[in-house]
Nanobody, 123 residues
Framework: VQLQASGGGLVQAGDSLKLSCAAS????????MGWFRQAPGKEREFVAT????????SYSDSVKGRFTISRDNAKNTVDLQMSSLKSEDTAVYYC?????????????????WGQGTLVTVSS
């Protein structure tokens, strides 16, 4: 499975931005999908995850209510809609796929990773 994340950029605090992740190589329709982020000098942290049927979603406390994860199994894609962005959201954002079908919040639960896309929020 190859994952390609896109949509990052430079925005101002309070703006919205949508990240997209396209999977190739095989279908990820039965995989849990997630977004993680890594700020300079910090460890990679969980942002959001969605189960294979999109019934279950989970978010970190820091983004809950501002970010929305969604997936389109027909297109083999997963998106992260980010709103009310803050300077502390600045990071490289990674999409990931887990062979587990249900939501997963740990880095170690994911088997495949995209290359990351940089989001910079200016205050």
């Amino acid at each position: 499975v190859q994952l390609q994340a896109s949509g990052g950029g430079l925005v101002q605090a309070g703006d919205s931005l949508k990240l997209s992740c396209a999977a190739s190589g095989r279908t990820v329709s039965t995989y849990a999908m997630g977004w993680f982020r890594q700020a300079p000098g910090k460890e990679r942290e969980f942002v959001a995850t969605v189960g294979w049927k999109s019934v279950t979603k989970s978010y970190s406390d820091s983004v809950k209510g501002r970010f929305t994860i969604s997936r389109d199994n027909a297109k083999n894609t997963v998106d992260l809609q980010m709103s009310s962005l803050k300077s502390e959201d600045t990071a490289v954002y990674y999409c990931a796929a887990s062979r587990h079908s249900v939501v997963r919040r740990r880095v170690d639960d994911y088997n495949y990773w995209g290359q990351g896309t940089l989001v910079t929020v200016s205050s």
